[in-house]
Structure formats: structure tokens, C-alpha cells
């Protein structure tokens, strides 16, 4: 997601700067190059020498005549991105007044005037992140481009983000955003039919591609809606804040009968600019019964057929560009290329991304990128697959 990224991170003085070396690693797990740059506040809450180890590079801790903050920030300077996290309402209310009295602020107010991406993960207590000249100074950095990544309003702090959301902004800041001002649904997950109270009909689906696939739409600039099918063993409140399942890189609609994924897809895709359907949903439903099933007896089951969501889409949406996802088991390449094909067809699909059922709830997949005219293979880690998937759209919408 960050391969090859150089990314200065600026430290400011809040307790959560107790975060950067772990913040430091999970940027360099997503390929970034990472260097540091801390305020005199910050170096009292975090040794200058735990950043100088977790980046493998020297740390600024003040500016001097080698123009340190030109070095990173100005015109083809290092950074890509200058990533200021923690930031203090101290820090954020100087760089909306251009004061620079610390190598963080130094670093901004250069990196503003140069072009390169700045991204702001505010921390501090929520009282001072309410303060209307905090709340005016955040609208009017961003005013200038910058990229805010919201804080988590718990136990009276506001704080810092999650790794995950900040590494996904970075990346977002970063990247080409070729699907910048589209509209993208992502349908994901496994969807489940009631048989009684307690049991249910469902698949193997952990909801892993249809995630990253989202995320990969907003690294590159989309606004993703993600209905979610939010059964079986990869809930998607586990990457959620406590209290709720708001994930940062979409609108989650929860769901959970195909019916409702129906529903809900309809409804996103109405002001919608794609789809893509990596969502397991349920082919057949039951009456749902109105007590438990006593155990001990022979059991028929009536299975009635569920509606096709992209064929309903496609009746309701006729242009919209829909990319379809499609599982076998016969493990053969051409018995997949053909399936594909019929789907591609049949609901006029932009592409179809084909893989078997194997991969279900694995981190490593294999698919056949299956389009009118070509076939592309990959094999990969699933946010890999997300990325192919997530540039093909935008050549598709473009």
C-alpha cells in the first residue's frame, strides 16, 4: 500500500506520542520509509533515540543551517507525505497561522508552500478538540488540502486514530487517486437465511476480499459505501472502534439476509458511479420458522431461489459499471474463465474477478481477472488482488 513511500513523521507533545514507534512499524509493514521529526514537547515524552531506532535514520529535533525542513518538505524534497501525528491543538492552531517556532510546524508551513501532502491525526483531550478556534483552525488547514484523520471521541479524549485509519489516509494522500470524486459500492462478506431462531443457512465467507477491496477504492480517492454481510468468523467489528462497527475507510450498511443486502445495495447504488459485488450472498432461503427446531428428527428443508443482486441492479442501473466476483470448486482454469464469461455476458459486468472456493477466509489467493476480451491471472495476498481490482475500476469509470 506504501511501497516505496517516504513519509516525515512529525511528533508533537501529547501522551499519545507514546504511539510513533509502533505507528513507525506499521508503516514501514506497508512499505513506507519513514523519518522523523519531533517538537522540544514531544522529546519529553518520547526519547528522540526510540524514533532514531524504529526508523533507522537520523531524527529532526531542531532546525539549523542544513535547512532541514527544505531537505524533507520543500520543492523535490524527501517526504511524500508529512504526516503529523500526534498533533496537538497547539500545533494544528500555528500551522493555520503560519507560525513557525518548532521543526514540526517549520515542516508544514514549508511542505504547504511546496505542494507536498500533509496529514494531520489530532490528540488531546475532547474539551480542546471542541474549542471553536481548534474547530475553525482544523476547517481552515483543510481548507488548504490538508487531510484530517478524525479522532475517536472516547472517555473524554479525542484520540489519536487508529493505525489502520492513519496508514490509510498516508496512503490515500500518496497515491495517484484515480478514483477521486466517484461514488463506489462494495457489497461484502457472507449473507445468511433464518431457518428458526437459532440456526441458519450461510457460506465459508470471511468478508477479507470485500474489505480490502474497499479500502483499496478509497486509497485511490473514492467515497465507498460498504454493505456488509456481517456473519461468520471475521466479524467486521473487529476492526471497528469500541461501541460500533464504523470502519475508516467507508459507510457501512450492515446486513445480514440476502434479501437486505438486496435492499441496501439497491439503495446505495442509486447515486452510485460503480459496483463491485465480492459479497457471498446467499442462493437459496427458507420460511423461517417460529420456534427452534427440536433436535432428534428427519428434517426437509423447501430451499427457494434468492433474486440475482446484479441482475436487479443491472435492470435498475443499466449503464452503471459493475465488476462481479465468481467462486468455483471444479479447481479448473477454463471451467472459471468460462463461468465468468457467461456472468460477464449475461449482466453486461465490466470485468469478473474468478477464483475457487479454496481461498475462502485465506490471507493468500489466486484469481483470473476475466474481462471481454483478456484474462489477466494473479496470485497474491488479497489486499494485492484488492489493488488490481480497485485499478481496473478506474480505468473502467474513467
Given at each position: 500500500?506504501?511501497?516505496?513511500?517516504?513519509?516525515?513523521?512529525?511528533?508533537?507533545?501529547?501522551?499519545?506520542?507514546?504511539?510513533?514507534?509502533?505507528?513507525?512499524?506499521?508503516?514501514?509493514?506497508?512499505?513506507?520509509?519513514?523519518?522523523?521529526?519531533?517538537?522540544?514537547?514531544?522529546?519529553?515524552?518520547?526519547?528522540?533515540?526510540?524514533?532514531?531506532?524504529?526508523?533507522?535514520?537520523?531524527?529532526?529535533?531542531?532546525?539549523?543551517?542544513?535547512?532541514?525542513?527544505?531537505?524533507?518538505?520543500?520543492?523535490?524534497?524527501?517526504?511524500?507525505?508529512?504526516?503529523?501525528?500526534?498533533?496537538?491543538?497547539?500545533?494544528?492552531?500555528?500551522?493555520?497561522?503560519a507560525?513557525?517556532?518548532?521543526?514540526?510546524?517549520?515542516?508544514?508551513?514549508?511542505?504547504?508552500?511546496?505542494?507536498?501532502?500533509?496529514?494531520?491525526?489530532?490528540?488531546?483531550?475532547?474539551?480542546?478538540?471542541?474549542?471553536?478556534?481548534?474547530?475553525?483552525?482544523?476547517?481552515?488547514?483543510?481548507?488548504?488540502?490538508?487531510?484530517?484523520?478524525?479522532?475517536?471521541?472516547?472517555?473524554?479524549k479525542?484520540?489519536?486514530?487508529?493505525?489502520?485509519?492513519?496508514?490509510?489516509e498516508?496512503?490515500?494522500?500518496?497515491?495517484?487517486?484515480?478514483?477521486?470524486?466517484?461514488?463506489?459500492?462494495?457489497?461484502?462478506?457472507?449473507?445468511?437465511?433464518?431457518?428458526?431462531?437459532?440456526?441458519?443457512?450461510?457460506?465459508?465467507?470471511?468478508?477479507?476480499?470485500?474489505?480490502?477491496?474497499?479500502?483499496?477504492?478509497?486509497?485511490?480517492g473514492?467515497d465507498?459505501?460498504?454493505?456488509?454481510?456481517?456473519?461468520?468468523?471475521?466479524p467486521?467489528?473487529?476492526?471497528?472502534?469500541?461501541?460500533g462497527t464504523?470502519?475508516?475507510?467507508?459507510?457501512?450498511?450492515?446486513?445480514?439476509?440476502?434479501?437486505?443486502?438486496?435492499?441496501?445495495?439497491?439503495?446505495?447504488?442509486?447515486?452510485?458511479?460503480?459496483?463491485?459485488?465480492?459479497?457471498?450472498?446467499?442462493?437459496?432461503?427458507?420460511?423461517?420458522?417460529?420456534?427452534?427446531?427440536?433436535?432428534?428428527?428427519?428434517?426437509?428443508?423447501?430451499?427457494?431461489?434468492t433474486?440475482?443482486?446484479?441482475?436487479?441492479?443491472?435492470?435498475?442501473?443499466?449503464?452503471?459499471?459493475?465488476?462481479?466476483?465468481?467462486?468455483?470448486?471444479?479447481?479448473?482454469?477454463?471451467?472459471?474463465?468460462?463461468?465468468?464469461?457467461?456472468?460477464?455476458?449475461?449482466?453486461?459486468?465490466?470485468?469478473?474477478?474468478?477464483?475457487?472456493?479454496?481461498?475462502?477466509?485465506?490471507?493468500?489467493?489466486?484469481?483470473?481477472?476475466?474481462?471481454?476480451?483478456?484474462?489477466?491471472?494473479?496470485?497474491?495476498?488479497?489486499?494485492?488482488?484488492?489493488?488490481?481490482?480497485?485499478?481496473?475500476?478506474?480505468?473502467?469509470?474513467?
Amino acid at each position: 500500500m506504501l511501497e516505496g513511500v517516504n513519509v516525515a513523521l512529525g511528533v508533537t507533545g501529547s501522551i499519545a506520542a507514546v504511539k510513533t514507534v509502533e505507528l513507525t512499524h506499521e508503516l514501514q509493514r506497508h512499505g513506507a520509509n519513514v523519518r522523523g521529526v519531533m517538537t522540544g514537547s514531544a522529546r519529553g515524552i518520547v526519547h528522540p533515540w526510540a524514533l532514531e531506532f524504529a526508523t533507522e535514520r537520523d531524527v529532526v529535533t531542531e532546525i539549523t543551517g542544513a535547512v532541514e525542513h527544505v531537505d524533507l518538505c520543500g520543492f523535490e524534497g524527501w517526504a511524500d507525505v508529512f504526516l503529523i501525528a500526534p498533533a496537538t491543538a497547539n500545533t494544528v492552531g500555528k500551522i493555520a497561522s503560519a507560525v513557525d517556532d518548532t521543526p514540526v510546524t517549520t515542516c508544514a508551513t514549508t511542505a504547504l508552500g511546496s505542494g507536498t501532502p500533509v496529514v494531520v491525526a489530532p490528540a488531546m483531550h475532547e474539551p480542546m478538540y471542541d474549542h471553536p478556534g481548534v474547530l475553525e483552525a482544523i476547517e481552515r488547514v483543510e481548507s488548504w488540502g490538508v487531510d484530517f484523520v478524525d479522532p475517536r471521541l472516547e472517555e473524554g479524549k479525542a484520540k489519536i486514530a487508529s493505525e489502520e485509519a492513519i496508514v490509510l489516509e498516508v496512503a490515500r494522500a500518496a497515491g495517484d487517486r484515480s478514483l477521486e470524486g466517484e461514488r463506489v459500492v462494495v457489497t461484502s462478506g457472507a449473507t445468511s437465511e433464518a431457518i428458526d431462531p437459532v440456526r441458519v443457512l450461510t457460506n465459508r465467507s470471511s468478508g477479507k476480499m470485500g474489505r480490502a477491496v474497499a479500502k483499496s477504492c478509497y486509497v485511490r480517492g473514492a467515497d465507498v459505501t460498504l454493505v456488509h454481510g456481517d456473519v461468520g468468523p471475521h466479524p467486521l467489528s473487529q476492526e471497528s472502534p469500541p461501541g460500533g462497527t464504523s470502519v475508516p475507510y467507508a459507510d457501512v450498511r450492515e446486513v445480514e439476509s440476502a434479501a437486505e443486502m438486496l435492499e441496501a445495495t439497491l439503495e446505495a447504488c442509486e447515486d452510485a458511479d460503480a459496483l463491485v459485488c465480492v459479497a457471498a450472498i446467499s442462493d437459496y432461503t427458507v420460511e423461517r420458522r417460529p420456534e427452534k427446531i427440536r433436535s432428534g428428527q428427519d428434517l426437509s428443508l423447501d430451499l427457494e431461489s434468492t433474486p440475482k443482486l446484479i441482475d436487479r441492479v443491472r435492470d435498475r442501473r443499466p449503464e452503471l459499471p459493475i465488476v462481479g466476483f465468481k467462486t468455483e470448486t471444479s479447481g479448473d482454469d477454463g471451467a472459471m474463465i468460462d463461468a465468468a464469461r457467461e456472468t460477464l455476458e449475461r449482466a453486461d459486468l465490466a470485468f469478473v474477478v474468478a477464483n475457487d472456493a479454496s481461498v475462502m477466509g485465506a490471507d493468500h489467493t489466486r484469481a483470473l481477472l476475466v474481462h471481454a476480451s483478456d484474462v489477466a491471472r494473479f496470485e497474491g495476498s488479497k489486499p494485492g488482488l484488492a489493488d488490481e481490482v480497485a485499478a481496473s475500476l478506474a480505468v473502467v469509470v474513467d
